[in-house]
């Protein structure tokens, strides 16, 4: 059975740090991201990280945001350094089985969902 479990969120002031994890298991993936949903919001790319270890990041997060994988660990992590309140959002992991067509930071590329982890970054 897949899982896919996001850790990591909680309350942070603007300009700090949180770092978010997702424990995959059940199998190995191809792909594997994180996206952000605010409430009345739609889902939004936030970075994407290859078996390969390429990666994909949003312009709104790029400089700030980095997304790494340890493969032995069948984990995926996002380092979110100098936060702002408009990053708060509900993060979700997701993961690629296989290889396909499509993009990275698109929702549909996409086989499995975590639950969900809240950061909230206050002013």
């Known amino acids: 059975q897949v899982q896919l479990v996001e850790s990591g969120g909680g309350l942070v002031q603007a300009g700090g740090s949180l770092r978010l994890s997702c424990a995959a298991s059940?199998?190995?993936?191809?792909?594997m991201a994180w996206f952000r949903q605010a409430p009345g919001k739609e889902r939004d790319f936030v970075a994407a990280i290859r078996w390969s270890g390429s990666t994909n990041s949003a312009d709104s997060v790029k400089g700030r945001f980095t997304i790494t994988r340890d493969n032995a660990k069948n984990t995926v992590y996002l380092q979110m350094n100098s936060l702002k309140p408009e990053d708060t959002a509900v993060y979700y992991c997701?993961?690629?089985?296989?290889?396909?067509?499509?993009?990275?930071?698109?929702?549909?590329?996409?086989?499995?969902w975590g639950q969900g982890t809240q950061v909230t970054v206050s002013s």
């Open positions: 997701a993961a690629r089985a296989v290889v396909a067509a499509g993009t990275v930071n698109d929702p549909a590329y996409y086989n499995y």
């Open positions: 059940g199998r190995t993936f191809s792909a």
